[in-house]
C-alpha cells in the first residue's frame, strides 16, 4: 500500500501536464487520508501514537496559550511537573524521585506512595480523606499554607527540623512542647508510682530490703463477709507500698479498701491477683500507695482471719 506522501506525489502535476479522469479520484483518496485517517485527523482525532521526530524538542502549547485539560489514563514525566491544582481519587506510586516537586493545591481522596524522595518541597494545600507515606525522605518540606489530611500514615519520617502550631501526640500521649502549660497533677501519681516501682526494683537487684511499719493488725478475728478487717483504716506514713499479710481458716476471696488521700470514697477491688487465698497458708500481697492514703482489708465469704499491714518505705 502506498504511504500518504506517495498518494501525494502521485496526484501533483506540472502545469500544462495532462489530468485523466483518475486523477481526481487519487485525488479524493488522498484527501479523505489526510483529513480522516491521518495521525490527527481534520477534526482533531487522534488515530495513532504522537511521537516526535526528536527528543525533547517538541512543546505542546505555550505559557500564553495553554491546553484547557488533558485526560489520560498513564503519564510518565521524567523531567520536572508543575501544578497548580491537582485532583485525584487515587495517587498511588512505588517511587516518587525528583530534586524539586511544587503542588499548589492537591485534592486526593487516596494518597498511597511506597517512596517519596526530595531535595526540596514546596506544597500550598494537601487535602487528602487518607495520605499513606512508608517513606518520606525529604533535605526540606515546605507547607505554605495547610495540609488537611483526616488520616496520615507514615512508617518513618526523617527530617531535620519541624515546626507544630497544634497537639502533637505520639502512642496516644500528647508531647510537650516549649511553652505548653504544665499541670502535676495531671501526671504526679502515674509518676510516683512509676518512681516507686523502679526505685523497688532498683533495691531487690541490689539485695536490700525496703524499711517496713506495721500500720494496722488484727489476730483471730471473726471477719463477716465484706466487712472492714480492721477497727479503722489504717493510715500509710510513708510512699511506698503496703504488703498485708493474711492467714484465714477458711478459702476467701481478699478485697483491698482503698482511700487516696483526698478523696472522698474508698476504692475497693481484688488482691492477690484476683486469686483464693487458700486456708491456714501465710499469704502477702502488696500494692503501691501515697503518704496519708488510708487502707483497710475485706474477705469473702465469711472467715477467722489474721491481718498484718505494713507499709514499706523506700526512702
Known sequence: MPTLKERIDDVFRATGQVVFEDWFDNLRTTLDLMAFYGAVTYDGYINEDLIPIEDEEILIGLPDRRLRGIYSEYEDISGEARINVLKANDIIA???????????????????????????????????????????????????????????????????????????FVQGKRVIKDEDPLYIASF??????????????ALEDLNIPPKATLIGKVVGYDAPP?????????????????????????????????????????????INGGNVVKSNVITEMETTVSKNDKVNVKVFPGAKISVFVYNMNIN
Open 94 to 168: 512505588l517511587d516518587i524521585e525528583s530534586d524539586t516537586i511544587t503542588v499548589g493545591i492537591a485534592k486526593v481522596n487516596n494518597l498511597d506512595v511506597d517512596d517519596l524522595d526530595s531535595e526540596y518541597g514546596t506544597i500550598s494545600n494537601l487535602s487528602s480523606n487518607k495520605a499513606k507515606i512508608l517513606d518520606l525522605q525529604s533535605d526540606e518540606i515546605y507547607v505554605s499554607d495547610t495540609i488537611n489530611t483526616k488520616e496520615l500514615i507514615v512508617d518513618e519520617i526523617e527530617g531535620e527540623l519541624g515546626y507544630f502550631s497544634d497537639n502533637l
Open 188 to 201: 504526679f501519681d502515674k509518676a510516683v508510682s512509676q518512681i516507686t516501682e523502679s526505685i523497688i526494683d
Open 226 to 270: 465484706m466487712a472492714d478487717v480492721l477497727p479503722t483504716d489504717a493510715l500509710v506514713e510513708f510512699d511506698g507500698i503496703v504488703r498485708i499479710k493474711m492467714v484465714s481458716d477458711y478459702d476467701v476471696f481478699a478485697y483491698l479498701k482503698w482511700t487516696p488521700y483526698g478523696e472522698p470514697y474508698p476504692i475497693v477491688g481484688l
